[in-house]
């Protein structure tokens, strides 16, 4: 982060710190104001560049924030300071979709201080791909922090040209002891069906990014060893559900985003089957022809654009308790699913926002913070409406 990024970022919290809240107007979108979209009472608290990931430290609640260019902020919402990582952030293949990706806390991450980061790493002769690393996050300062010893633990195999589809989603499994990451297909299309690459996967492993012992095609060995489901396009979506359910949501092509049940050694279908079809007009044969295939839980045409999603807890919005809440790219807007039938999930209300939404989280006491997408991307506080 360069030091005018952070000193914009300073005088910002303070004008924020002496704003009033009060006589806020419905859609009143002004940095560092209030407004209202039913249900919910929206706050800004501040703006970062092309922001990509949220992730919420435990114990201190405060909020990590990567920008696509290769920063990390970080904002406490004890006091409305903001801070930044200054050292150990990776140097990132910054275009088209890559750049600085997911960020995730260790389960055992308040003995440890361990953290992972996803990002594009360039190849050679013009090829890319994303990988995951791991390090120990160290903050002597209030408003500075540094990574030490980032190491990469995990790559897509093999790296590629183009800038697309690098997804790059981390998740846990909720026992702590697995990693699951997300491994686009990187527009390529037809490694997604072939498990001797990692590209169109998900994959999962053990915290030190070897492949977990029982995955379903372990005896094949190499890059196959990692591999938990295939057939994937663009999963910008990982998240376990309170039964321990690990669920995507993944864009598709012209048509037929999808939220997938994850299952152990399933193939999702890409690109022999689509709810969408591709970019130029030729028709992809629909899921219901090949009934061998995973069918989705949901499928979207037209497409949201999903970013990030949660399964939300019903702490603050009561009703809402296992339902997933999704921030949507396309039509900026949160979807808010019922998953109750696995087989046959169903959105229940869509809300609109103003700008396109990259990623969600839910905080301790129930609260939503969401990150919007873009150069001058705001973080937004969601409480009930009043």
Known sequence: MTKLRLVSALLFTAAFSMASCSEASNRKTETGQSYETEPFSIETKGQFAEPWALALEPGSG???????GGNIQFFDPSNNRLGSVEQGVPEVDYGGQGGLGDFAFAPDYEQTGLIYLSWAEAGDRDTRGAVVGRGKLVCEQPDSCAIDKLTVIW??????TGRGHYSHRIAFSPDGRY???????RQKQEPAQDISNNLGTIVRLLPDGSPAPDNPFADKGGVSAQIWSYGHRNVLGLQFDSAGQLWDLE????????????????????????????YDGKPIPDPSTRPDL???????TPVIAPGDFIFYSGKLW???????????????????????DPDNAKELARYSFDNRLRDIIETKDGS???????????????TPAK
Do not use: C, M
Request: charged share 25%; aromatic share 8%; no cysteine.
């Open 62 to 68: 405060r909020l990590f924030i990567t920008e696509r």
């Open 155 to 160: 790559r897509q195999t093999p790296k590629v």
């Open 179 to 185: 990693l699951f990451i997300s491994s686009g297909e």
């Open 251 to 278: 864009h598709g092509p012209a048509g037929g985003d999808e939220l997938n049940l994850v299952q152990k050694g399933k193939n999702y279908g890409w690109p022999l089957v689509s709810g969408g079809d591709h």
């Open 294 to 300: 995973q069918k989705a839980a949901i499928s979207w």
């Open 318 to 340: 009561r009703d809402w308790e296992g339902e997933a809440l999704i921030a949507n790219l396309k039509t900026k807007s949160i979807s808010r699913i019922s998953v109750q």
């Open 368 to 382: 939503l913070w969401v990150i919007e997408d873009g150069e001058d991307g705001r973080l937004l506080h969601l």
